[in-house]
């Protein structure tokens, strides 16, 4: 009984199978791209979409909890990663996108130097990019401190600007805080 049953519907889905196959038929000469090698490349392209941080995201933070604040201003055409290190110690790092600002408002009392890195492709895994990376340090160091009514503000660009006052230098890739 069973066999009986099954066989209509063995006939309706090998008759749907051939209606499919004559609907996707291509013309002589034409290129196909399977099915499996579309999902392949959406797939890709929707996870290099998701591997780029969004602008002011946190990659690292061991420091947070303070009043003071850096706002950054990328006028760049490359995404940026901005680090701040105390002593020897990596802080707290944040994403830039390209022509874009982003702001740490809970940096902690203290001296930190300014480390950034700008590229394409950026890499969470490796914690840089991929791509065309520069890796750059600030000659002054940011000293942040707290009083009972003030606390400090910095406002830095990754690009140059006419009449700037802070200086920077080229760092090795394997000297740059990852």
Known sequence: MKNKLLAPRTGLIAAF???????TATP???TTVSAATASAATASATATAAAR????TILFDRISGGRGVLKIKNGLRTD???????GKTKAI??????????????VRDGTYRL???TGYGYSKSQHRFTRSASYQRFNDRLRYYTTATA?????????PVRGGNAGTRHVNPKDFPA
Do not use: C, E, Q
Request: glycine share 6%; no cysteine; charged share 15%.
């Open 80 to 86: 940026g990663v901005v680090i701040l290190v105390r």
């Open 17 to 23: 199978a051939m209606a499919a196959a004559l609907v």
């Open 115 to 117: 480390y950034f890195t």
């Open 93 to 106: 790092s944040i994403y830039v996108r390209a022509k874009s600002t982003a702001s740490i408002k809970d």
């Open 151 to 159: 606390s400090r503000i910095y406002t830095l660009t990754l690009h």
């Open 53 to 56: 941080p969004r602008n002011g």
């Open 28 to 30: 002589a000469g034409a």
